[in-house]
Antibody, heavy 118, light 111 residues
Framework: VHLVESGGGLVRPGGSLRLSCSASEFTFSNYEMSWVRQTPGKGLEWVSYISGPGSVIHYADSVQGRFTISRDNAKNSMYLLMNSLTAEDTAVYFC????????????WGQGTQVTVSS | QTVVTQEPSLAVSPGGTVTLTCASNTGAVTSDYYPNWFQQKPGQAPRALIYSSSNKHSWTPARFSGSLLGGKAALTLSGVQPEDEAEYYCLLYFRDAQLWVFGGGTKLTVL
């Protein structure tokens, strides 16, 4: 299993950014996926979830209405469109595979840094 | 707001045993919350250790074990090794609210 995030960078407050997660070595469409972020001060925070077909989506309250998760199973990829970014969104963003057992995240990417600053 | 609480830090001697716990402000942690445990070392992504309270992944060393203890989820390390020094996070799944919540993490120091 291999997960690689990309798309992070420096963005100004109020700006937007689109993260990508490229998956390989497993049947991507068969797995639910999530985004998790990590800030130095707050530790790990679950951000969003998407089902295998992409028909079921959930968000943490902190990003609801600002972030949009999506996936393209033909491209073995998942995305996170982040709008109206604030300094509180500064974090390393990880994509993670949701295991078929136990509501856990069994495999993680290495993360991509998002910095929101003027 | 759902808050999951862990010990901020613990210390253990090599070869010793230590138990980390995970509590929820919503009440007792049960198997319904599918308690998970992760290990994270500096500069690395979290690594899954335990799922559904006590189940190990294929890569989880035998010295790690998970349980439910006194209304909390627990992670016990027996025969601690120097390489076990890391941050440990628990994760609970709240099915009704359809969200996951991480604990604040426990920094484990192997003295």
């Amino acid at each position: 299993v291999h997960l690689v995030e990309s798309g992070g960078g420096l963005v100004r407050p109020g700006g937007s950014l689109r993260l990508s997660c490229s998956a390989s070595e497993f049947t991507f469409s068969n797995y639910e996926m999530s985004w998790v972020r990590q800030t130095p001060g707050k530790g790990l925070e679950w951000v969003s979830y998407i089902s295998g077909p992409g028909s079921v989506i959930h968000y943490a309250d902190s990003v609801q209405g600002r972030f949009t998760i999506s996936r393209d199973n033909a491209k073995n990829s998942m995305y996170l469109l982040m709008n109206s970014l604030t300094a509180e969104d500064t974090a390393v963003y990880f994509c993670a595979r949701v295991s078929h057992e136990g509501a856990t995240f069994d495999y993680w990417g290495q993360g991509t840094q998002v910095t929101v600053s003027s | 707001q759902t808050v999951v609480t862990q010990e901020p830090s613990l210390a253990v001697s090599p070869g010793g045993t230590v138990t980390l716990t995970c509590a929820s402000n919503t009440g007792a942690v049960t198997s319904d919350y599918y308690p998970n445990w992760f290990q994270q070392k500096p500069g690395q992504a979290p690594r899954a250790l335990i799922y559904s309270s006590s189940n190990k992944h294929s890569w989880t060393p035998a010295r790690f074990s998970g349980s439910l203890l006194g209304g909390k989820a627990a992670l016990t390390l027996s025969g601690v090794q120097p390489e076990d020094e890391a941050e440990y996070y628990c994760l609970l799944y709240f099915r009704d609210a359809q969200l996951w919540v991480f604990g604040g993490g426990t920094k484990l120091t192997v003295l």
